[in-house]
């Protein structure tokens, strides 16, 4: 079974950064992938990031050019958000899973405002 924390969301003002990471338990095997995921309200769930192996990244258009997906240990993930806009604000999952992300955290909140 694998367990995922996230932290480091918080209050930011528009062109900020912060940092999420998220602390994963369980086999390494089921966190071949991992990524991050947003939800806003009112808005669709979106992929932001993810990770496969240890460099394989993918972004979605959002995110590109300003935000980094990166792990250590395997099993530590973090997301490096620079030049933050209001419309990033979301509440931020951590995912993981052999293939495809399958275990997710309780989530941490962004949010950009001046």
């Known amino acids: 079974q694998v367990q995922l924390v996230e932290s480091g969301g918080g209050l930011v003002q528009p062109g900020g950064s912060l940092r999420l990471s998220c602390a994963a338990s369980?086999?390494?095997?089921?966190?071949?992938?991992m990524g991050w995921y947003r939800q806003a309200p009112g808005k669709p769930r979106e992929v932001v990031a993810s990770?496969?192996?240890?460099?394989?990244t993918n972004y979605a258009d959002s995110a590109r050019g300003r935000f980094t997906i990166f792990r250590d240990n395997y099993k530590n993930l973090y997301l490096q958000m620079n030049s933050l806009k209001p419309e990033d604000t979301a509440v931020y999952f951590c995912g993981a899973g052999r293939l495809t992300l399958s275990y997710w955290g309780q989530g941490t909140q962004v949010t950009v405002s001046s």
């Open positions: 369980g086999s390494a095997s089921d966190m071949y992938v």
């Open positions: 990770i496969a192996g240890g460099s394989i």
